[in-house]
């Protein structure tokens, strides 16, 4: 059992405050949790959520941990490529297709070849 009660933050935004923070590192052993590197006064340090909150993750001390600004940029970049074949795997099931982006921006081309101005229909070449 604990001696202390465990911080939940009132919204998925709310910041652990520092005696919180003192607590996951000390949980820790004052490593990075992804690196194993030992977190030393001048290496930033953040505090990554362990399931990320849109798996379901909750925003509280047992889902926090330290890790190094490095590590945690490539786990955020890492995750953020599952989160977006997620969503385009959702999109492809629900039958939701997104729009295309031209790279002719607001031009468009002619069956005879001639460039046009979609909106004015203005010939431009």
């Known amino acids: 059992m604990r001696s202390v009660d465990e911080w939940i933050g ?4 709310a910041m ?7 607590r996951i590192r000390e949980r820790q052993g004052n490593l990075c949790a992804l690196t194993g ?4 006064p001048g290496v930033k340090v953040e ?10 993750g909750a925003n509280s001390e047992s889902n926090l941990q330290a890790v190094s ?3 945690h940029k490539r786990k955020t970049a890492a995750e ?8 385009r795997t959702r999109k492809a099931h629900l039958g ?3 729009k295309k982006k031209s ?8 069956m005879d070849g001639t460039i046009y101005d979609k909106r004015t229909g203005e010939v431009v070449r």
């Open 10 to 13: 009132k919204t998925d935004d």
């Open 16 to 22: 652990p405050p520092p005696r919180v923070k003192d």
């Open 37 to 40: 590197i030992e977190l030393r």
């Open 47 to 56: 505090y990554d959520h362990i399931v990320p909150l849109w798996l379901g």
């Open 69 to 71: 600004s490095d590590a």
């Open 80 to 87: 953020a490529k599952v989160r977006a074949k997620c969503n």
């Open 96 to 98: 939701i297709k997104s």
């Open 103 to 110: 790279s002719w921006g607001n031009l468009g081309q002619r």
